[in-house]
């Protein structure tokens, strides 16, 4: 068999894997700005609920979090299909990461910006978006790259509750046909390329947010 | 039965208790994997951040590109890889193993930058003062380019530590029974998920604590002027 006949069925893993890490990748960015902000917020409620899904999600295993969401949740009455377990998994694990790089950035702003906006009589969801967060948020976007990335190689693992990306099209494969050689190191390649784009992206995002903030990111 | 032990589902507080000890024995193994894990990527890396820093482009190229390759495919995939492919090549090698070797190259690309980083954060004048002061490179690095990256280094791999601990249940995947591959054959067995499952969270979150800790006390414990190697 030749090594072209290969590719088809894992290109169509592929592309569900694409989709599976931009929306998990999306969703994770909600979350990360939901829990970012709230770890800043004034209300220590809010400080406390984000930090519990902080420590939760980053404390414990990702393939924990995705067996907890599709094996355990049915017994209490909620049946998540392999995609939204997958998807929500993701996003909550990348999210709680995120939510780290939200808040280094938004305490990183210099105290007298803050101080400033007070001085000035901004409400603290004006100080947060016309001051803190334009200064913030190309800050963010580096570590926000790495961490696209390590979504895209997580996003393996849906492979385990059966979810037909990437990873399950390469194992299905390799079982039927045997040629695990070949079929391992075009998956590899498949999963290198997607990485090299959407890096290109992440940088494309970052220049953008450079020309409309007049920053630089400190790397 | 696994391990040994038999499961009592007369009660969710007799479930959970009898099925503590086989989880105990899945952590023996994710502790024993992510240590050994580690301890070649520290190695590896090590190797691979050296090899980068060679004048000479024909090594230093494709070592870049290794390292960057490694980083950027999924553990899993490269854990099948040497799982299914090294047997091919006459090697066999216990799932553990494999997944230990594999979890040390993929981190070793990770802290290949970290130790690039630590020795380039070092500044210029340091090298130079070595220089003026007629030391040879090896002296230039034992006794003042490396105790002065040290600081910097290790709260960095200490971080990855606590992230290997969360990728050994990937391994799970080749049939190593670490603590979820473990609970997850007593969910299969038992029709039970959620109990199994919720004790491997907390037990993930009291390991990851405890190496957090670990770490930060190692961090404070850290001179910032550098170690000397003597």
Same mark, same amino acid.
């Given at each position: 068999?030749? /090594?072209? +006949?290969? $590719?088809?069925?894992?290109?169509?893993?592929?592309?569900?894997?694409?989709?599976?890490?931009?929306?998990?990748?999306?969703?994770?960015?909600?979350?990360?700005?939901?829990?970012? !902000?709230? +770890?800043?917020?004034?209300?220590? =409620?809010?400080? /406390?609920?984000?930090?519990?899904?902080?420590?939760?999600?980053? =404390?414990?295993?990702?393939?924990?979090?995705?067996?907890?969401?599709?094996?355990? %949740?049915?017994?209490?009455?909620?049946?998540?299909?392999?995609?939204?377990?997958?998807?929500?998994?993701?996003? $909550?694990?990348?999210?709680?990461?995120?939510?780290?790089?939200?808040?280094?950035?938004?305490?990183?702003?210099?105290?007298?910006?803050?101080?400033?906006?007070?001085? $000035?009589?901004?409400?603290? !969801?004006?100080?947060? /978006?016309?001051? %803190?967060?334009?200064?913030?948020? !190309?800050?963010?976007?580096?570590?926000?790259?790495?961490?696209? !990335?390590?979504?895209?190689?997580?996003?393996?693992?849906? +492979?385990?509750? +059966?979810?037909?990306?990437?990873?399950?099209?390469?194992?299905?494969?390799?079982?039927?046909?045997?040629?695990?050689?070949?079929?391992?190191?075009?998956?590899?390649?498949?999963?290198?390329?997607?990485?090299?784009?959407?890096?290109?992206?992440?940088?494309?995002?970052?220049?953008?947010?450079?020309?409309?903030?007049?920053?630089?990111?400190?790397? | 039965?696994?391990?040994?032990?038999?499961?009592?589902?007369?009660?969710?507080?007799?479930?959970?208790?009898? @099925?503590?000890?086989?989880?105990?024995?899945?952590?023996?193994?994710?502790?024993?994997?992510?240590?050994?894990?580690?301890? #070649?990527?520290?190695?590896?890396?090590?190797?691979?951040?050296?090899?980068?820093?060679?004048?000479?482009?024909?090594?230093?190229?494709? #070592?870049?590109?290794?390292?960057?390759?490694?980083?950027?495919?999924?553990?899993? @995939?490269?854990?099948?890889?040497?799982? *299914?492919?090294?047997?091919?090549?006459?090697?066999?090698?216990?799932?553990?193993?494999?997944? @230990? #070797?594999?979890?040390?190259?993929? *981190?070793?690309?990770?802290?290949?930058?970290? *130790?690039?980083?630590?020795?380039?954060?070092?500044?210029?004048?340091? &090298?130079?003062?070595? &220089?003026?002061?007629?030391?040879?490179?090896?002296?230039?690095?034992?006794?003042? @380019?490396?105790?002065?990256?040290?600081?910097?280094?290790?709260?960095?791999?200490?971080?990855?530590?606590?992230?290997?601990?969360?990728?050994?249940?990937?391994?799970?995947? #080749?049939?190593?029974?670490?603590?979820?591959?473990?609970?997850?054959?007593?969910?299969?067995?038992?029709?039970?998920?959620?109990?199994?499952?919720?004790?491997?969270?907390?037990?993930?979150?009291?390991?990851?604590?405890?190496?957090?800790?670990?770490?930060? *006390?190692?961090?404070?414990?850290?001179? &910032?002027?550098?170690?000397?190697?003597?």
């Amino acid at each position: 068999m030749d /090594w072209l +006949s290969l $590719l088809p069925p894992l290109l169509y893993g592929a592309e569900v894997t694409a989709w599976i890490t931009l929306a998990s990748t999306a969703g994770g960015a909600i979350l990360a700005f939901a829990a970012g !902000i709230g +770890s800043t917020a004034r209300f220590a =409620g809010w400080r /406390w609920l984000a930090g519990l899904y902080v420590q939760i999600f980053r =404390g414990t295993s990702l393939l924990v979090q995705l067996f907890w969401l599709y094996f355990a %949740l049915p017994i209490i009455g909620i049946r998540l299909s392999p995609e939204v377990a997958g998807v929500l998994a993701l996003s $909550l694990n990348i999210g709680a990461y995120g939510a780290e790089v939200v808040r280094g950035s938004l305490n990183s702003v210099d105290a007298g910006q803050y101080e400033a906006a007070t001085a $000035l009589n901004f409400t603290p !969801i004006q100080t947060l /978006w016309r001051i %803190l967060m334009p200064q913030a948020l !190309i800050e963010m976007m580096p570590p926000f790259g790495n961490l696209a !990335i390590q979504n895209l190689k997580d996003s393996a693992l849906v +492979s385990l509750i +059966s979810l037909a990306d990437l990873a399950f099209a390469a194992d299905n494969l390799r079982n039927r046909t045997l040629e695990t050689l070949p079929i391992l190191i075009l998956t590899l390649l498949l999963y290198f390329a997607m990485a090299l784009v959407l890096m290109a992206a992440m940088r494309l995002l970052e220049r953008y947010l450079r020309g409309v903030s007049g920053r630089e990111a400190t790397r | 039965m696994l391990f040994g032990f038999h499961w009592d589902l007369s009660s969710p507080e007799a479930f959970a208790l009898s @099925i503590l000890p086989i989880l105990l024995i899945g952590m023996k193994i994710t502790i024993l994997a992510t240590i050994f894990g580690f301890l #070649i990527a520290m190695a590896l890396g090590l190797v691979f951040a050296l090899l980068r820093g060679v004048p000479l482009r024909a090594v230093s190229w494709p #070592i870049a590109f290794i390292v960057e390759f490694v980083r950027d495919t999924p553990l899993l @995939i490269q854990l099948y890889f040497l799982y *299914y492919i090294l047997p091919d090549y006459g090697i066999t090698l216990p799932a553990l193993e494999t997944g @230990i #070797i594999t979890l040390g190259i993929q *981190y070793s690309a990770y802290t290949s930058e970290v *130790y690039r980083a630590g020795l380039e954060a070092v500044p210029r004048g340091q &090298r130079e003062a070595a &220089r003026a002061l007629n030391l040879g490179a090896w002296r230039t690095y034992r006794d003042v @380019i490396v105790p002065q990256a040290i600081p910097r280094i290790v709260p960095a791999l200490a971080n990855y530590l606590i992230s290997i601990i969360k990728d050994t249940p990937i391994l799970s995947a #080749i049939t190593v029974l670490e603590m979820l591959g473990a609970a997850k054959i007593v969910g299969d067995r038992t029709f039970r998920y959620m109990l199994p499952l919720t004790l491997v969270g907390v037990l993930f979150l009291i390991l990851t604590a405890v190496a957090a800790t670990a770490v930060r *006390y190692l961090e404070k414990k850290l001179p &910032r002027a550098g170690i000397a190697l003597k």
